[in-house]
């Protein structure tokens, strides 16, 4: 099985939809990815996600399931914090926060990052919000032929599975669910990487043994961007 993970495109937050340039990276990333033979494609309940996988469900002639649970809104309440002004923020952004992702001690916590003593005030909210998406990545990887071994870090293959498969979702919840799929520690990711509209994320489930270890062969790519000659604004910041 191979993952097409897809962040929704340039949006308005209120209401939530694509901008025209939204809608123009979603016809560039349908284009691209339709070229792979999509079997299923998923989104988010969210408008902004659906929007991004329509084109692609056009093309293809292929229906959107929606998934509440990837809706950036959970991961949103999961993992806010307020600053000392009273702003709401991912707490991946808040610089305080921050320091202790990058902390060797916090790093070394691996898979239990919400035990770092400086992160006492939040620690339930945190690792409440690691478990929610936890279930729910076992319970649709379950389904699609996979299950979990956290604990060694693999995937046990219960059917072959040769689909593949396209989420569009979120940048915030991108972050939990990859994370959480890859069992790799949400404090390290969400620290050393970074998710551009419509970057599309590659994940290969190759099996050996009857067991998976998923390997991530690109992150985040934007190539249809430049294909299509669409500006290349990284997240409204700069060019590259």
């Known amino acids: 099985m191979i993952l097409y993970y897809v962040r929704h495109g340039d949006p308005t937050y209120r209401p939530d939809a694509l901008t025209p340039l939204g809608h123009r990276q979603a016809e560039a990333v349908g284009r691209r ?59 991946m952004d808040y610089m305080p926060i921050r320091r202790i992702f990058a902390s060797k001690e916090c790093r070394m916590l691996t898979d239990k990052w919400y035990e770092h003593p400086g992160l006492a005030q939040w620690r339930d909210q945190f690792k409440a919000g690691v478990e929610r998406v936890d279930k729910h990545v076992d319970e649709w990887m379950l389904e699609l032929g996979y299950e979990h071994d956290r604990e060694a870090g693999l995937y046990r293959v219960l059917r072959n599975n040769p689909d593949r498969i396209a989420l569009f979702a979120h940048a915030g919840f991108g972050r939990l669910f990859l994370s959480s799929l890859l069992d790799i520690s949400y404090s390290e990711l969400s620290q050393r990487t970074d998710m551009s509209h419509t970057g599309v994320t590659v994940v290969e489930f190759a099996e050996c043994e009857g067991v998976c270890i998923p390997r991530m062969l690109t992150y985040s790519n934007d190539a249809h961007i430049y294909s299509e000659h669409l500006p290349t604004h990284y997240n409204y910041r700069v060019h590259i």
Do not use: F, N
């Not at 299923?40 to 084109?55: D, E, G, H, K, V």
């Not at 056009?58 to 959107?64: A, C, Q, V």
């Open 33 to 91: 990815i339709a070229q792979h033979g999509i079997d299923r494609i998923y989104s988010s309940t969210s408008t902004r996600a659906y929007q991004t996988a329509l084109p692609l469900s056009e093309i293809l002639k292929k229906e959107i399931v929606q998934m509440d649970w990837c809706h950036e809104k959970h991961a949103y309440r999961d993992m806010l914090v307020v600053d000392e002004e009273g702003r709401r923020m991912w707490s």
